[in-house]
């Protein structure tokens, strides 16, 4: 669990599935966990939330977005959020060149609850 029960978690994920178990599983951790499955939901998300502590981001998004393209101007918009990206195509968030990209954990999917848990934590202690 959380040592901190305030931790928000905004997962921006298309995948109806995946965006469920990643929500009921982070839930059950004791983060606050917010939903978004498009660029849009997680820009107004981004705009309107005064306190989020982490950003979990598909790379590859409906409409031509990547999770690159969220993170940038959410990390100008709030420098100390942490992200973490996570996808079937790994090399491609990487190849983005986005200075974001090379610093954030990246996670293949399919990855194990354990491997997000010990990421998360890695960022949020």
Do not use: N, W
Not at 81 to 94: D, M, W
Not at 95 to 108: V, W
Request: glycine letters at 4%; hydrophobic letters at 50%; charged letters at 20%.
């Amino acid at each position: 669990m959380s040592s901190d029960l305030q931790d928000v978690v905004l997962i921006v994920e298309d995948e109806p599935l995946i965006l469920m178990l990643l929500s009921d599983y982070l839930s059950g951790e004791g983060y606050r966990v917010l939903q978004a499955d498009c660029a849009a939901q997680a820009f107004e998300i981004l705009a309107t939330r005064p306190h989020l502590d982490l950003m979990i981001t598909d790379f590859r998004l409906p409409d031509g977005v990547s999770g690159v393209m969220i993170a940038e101007p959410a990390l100008k918009l709030r420098p100390d959020l942490k992200v973490i990206f996570i996808s079937g195509y790994p090399a491609e968030i990487l190849e983005s060149g986005s200075a974001i990209a090379m610093k954030a954990p990246i996670l293949a999917k399919p990855f194990t609850f354990e491997s997000l848990h010990q990421q998360i934590e890695k960022l949020l202690i």
